[in-house]
């Protein structure tokens, strides 16, 4: 148990669903991160949330939307995805220092693997 | 923007023997490198942080080590077990980010 956990742990969604996916992590932590990790891709960084605030926006499409209320809560909200956009999709967490920047670990949840039909 | 490499893709070893997983990274202005462990289907594991101004990191068989000015790590497993197989990754930090390798599948067989 890494303190991170995320639901669901699994996802099968049609092109026009919307869902959500959740993260939370209970480590006191004041960055949490989105990575999406595709079959035979390194992992590539989605979102970052420093102090709840979006400092990264990876060139990510529209259609994957953020949210973070607080410093222990993340979602990626999902919408008229396209069967591309399947794979695990991980959170992560960790203490960063006023400019965004740590020299501590991170901690990734389980993942969610999705599946877009 | 950085680029990270780690050889071999994949090892297959008896068990028991000593191992050298490898990982170059082309910005060596990072902040740390951190290697990862990672079960199939799962999350990672964070197995060692190395800090830019380390050389090596030592965590019971595994040992890390850092040349940061010609942009290499490199992760000694000890006496290797079935246990330790997955994938290893290798993720420099810059700024305010983890940029991760494609990994080095491990398997050890008995």
């Known amino acids: 148990e890494t303190g991170v956990t995320q639901t669901p742990r699994h996802l099968v969604m049609g092109m026009t669903n919307k869902k959500s996916l959740k993260c939370e992590q209970h480590?006191?932590?004041?960055?949490m991160y989105w990575y999406k990790q595709s079959a035979k891709k390194p992992l590539e960084l989605m979102f970052v949330y420093n102090f709840k605030e979006q400092t990264e926006n990876n060139s990510v499409p529209s259609r994957f939307s953020p949210e973070c209320p607080n410093s222990s809560h993340l979602f990626l909200h999902l919408h008229t995805l396209q069967p591309e956009d399947s794979a695990l999709y991980l959170c992560a967490s960790s203490q960063v220092w006023d400019r965004g920047t740590t020299n501590e670990k991170l901690f990734f949840g389980s993942g969610t693997q999705l599946s877009v039909l | 923007k950085q680029e990270v490499t780690q050889i071999p893709a994949a090892l297959s070893v008896p068990e028991g023997e000593n191992l050298v997983l490898n990982c170059s990274f082309t910005?060596?202005?990072?902040?740390?490198l951190q290697w990862f462990r990672q079960d199939p289907g799962k999350g990672l594991t964070s197995l060692l942080l190395?800090?830019?101004?380390?050389r090596e990191q030592t965590s019971g068989r595994l040992n890390a080590s850092l040349d940061k000015s010609s942009g290499r790590s490199t992760l000694y497993i000890a006496a290797s077990q079935p246990g330790d197989s997955a994938t290893y990754l290798c993720?420099?930090?810059?700024?305010?980010?983890?940029?991760f390798g494609t990994g080095t599948r491990l398997q050890v067989f008995p």
């Open positions: 910005d060596s202005a990072i902040y740390n």
């Open positions: 993720a420099p930090y810059n700024t305010d980010k983890l940029i």
């Open positions: 480590l006191g932590h004041n960055a």
């Open positions: 190395i800090q830019s101004s380390q």
